[in-house]
Structures are given as structure tokens and as C-alpha cells.
């Protein structure tokens, strides 16, 4: 599994020490980790880890063995579990002694943490802003769903979660408080896994939405769904071409001294252009443009 995640497409790859492994295997993973990192090619698929969450027994090994082994090969440490700043900042400090200790460049290998403690939503802003190491944070819907009491048979599977007693998208704050969160502090907002990969369209759906919202990327819990993400977090190339040309438009009617531009029938101005920024902006981190 290690070897087909390493080969495929996904713009990172993180090998699991949390969820994914009983707590009987999880010394032995370690190493299997390690060796995975060094010894095998991953082209530019950015390379991380999941570690336990800060409160378990396992973290402080988490970090120390697999940096010790392989800390040159690691580009991002995701922490699970967050409950406030304070644990990024122990993941951040034990980060730094570890990469002095062995002469690695401080402050190259980033952080990424996962939404899914209610105590985490309540407050998303000082977490976002915690550390200069913080690159991302995903929305783990499974462990939020229970850490808030709610009434889910499964987690991250359906696209809205819509039902008779409730007929909204029951995620829609924690997506939409987590996004203004991390455009606010410069970060990337990264939607959680969907766990019936048998469902393709749900998957997209989910991902249209995220994406609407403002969010950048989403797990992908089976290679299938790689292919599908691309699809939907890239703009078309019809979408880059209208937004670079209404660009245009609007700075041509700026060097005439106007306000606005018509484009298409549309009266766009600079508040426009920055909707068509966004576009460009993510043709750019897509290697379109």
C-alpha cells in the first residue's frame, strides 16, 4: 500500500501511525515508516507522517524515532487530535530540538493538524495562527461528529448528511469556520476523508462543495479518488482563460480611467478581478499556469 501511495498522483501522501494502526503495532510501524521514506521514490509527492495525538503515550516516540531515522526525508508532521494552540506549539518546539540535535534545517519540515476535537473549532483562529511551521488544516468530520454528540451512524460518507430532522448540510460551519480561519491566516483549508470510495459522484459532490466554500484540497482515502480531486480543486482551462481575460478587462479600463469594464454582458470592476485572482492564483499552485 505504501509502495502504490508513493507511485501515484496524490500531491502528498501521509503513512499513519494513528487510526490506521492497533496500538500493539504502532512501535513496529515506526520503523516501516522510516524505511518507507528513505528508500523509496516519491517523485514531488510531498512526504509526510500522521503521528498519535499530543495527549497519548505514543507521540513523544512518534516524533523522535522517525525524525531521528528520517527526518530528512520528511516534509510534513500531521497532528491529529488538536485540542488547542499549545499542542502545536509542543509538536513545534520538539521539531526544532530534534532538527539541532541532527543537524537538519530548523523549520523545514511543516505541521498540518486535523479539525476534529469540538474544543479545536472553538478555537480555530489562535490554532490557525500557532506556528510558522502550520501549513494546513483538515476537517476530520468522523472524530467531530462524536466529539460533538452527534446523532451520525458513520462518518465523512454522505455528501450533505441531509435527513428529516435536520434538511441542511450539517458540516457547513465546521467547513465554513475552518476556511475563513485559514485564508485569514494564509494557510491551506483541506476537507477530510469520504469514506465510501464506491461512490464517486457523492465524493465529488463533497469536494465541489469544500471547494465552493473556499477550501484548496481533500483527502483521498483510495487512489480512485485522486483523479477526482485533481478535477475538481483545478480550474478548467475555459475557467483560467475567462478569468485572465476579464483581468484584462479591467485593467485596460483602469489605464482609460474607468471604474468598471463590460465583459460578457457583465459590468466588472477590481472587487470582480479579485474573484478571477483566485482562479489564477489556483491555476498557478496547479502548475497550469
Known sequence: MIGKAAASDADLVFLDLEDAVAPAAKPGARRNISEALNDLDWGTTARSYRINAVQTQWCHDDLIQVVTEAGANIDVIIVPKIKAARDVWFVDDMLTQLEKKLGLEVGRIGIEVLIEEVQALQSVDDIASSSDRLEAMILGVGDLSASQGMRLMHSGGSEAQRSEPYPGDVWHYARTRMVVAARSAGIDAV???????????????????????????????HPSQIDLANRVFAPTREEIDEALAAMQAVEEAEAQGLGAASFHGMMIDAATARLFQVTVERAVQCGLL
Do not use: H, S
Not at 476523508?193 to 457523492?202: D, I, K, L, M
Not at 462543495?209 to 481533500?218: D, E, R, S
Open 191 to 221: 476537507d477530510g476523508p469520504y469514506a465510501n470510495f464506491g461512490n464517486p459522484g457523492g465524493y465529488e459532490r463533497v469536494a465541489q462543495t469544500f471547494a465552493m466554500l473556499g477550501g484548496v484540497g481533500k483527502w483521498c482515502i
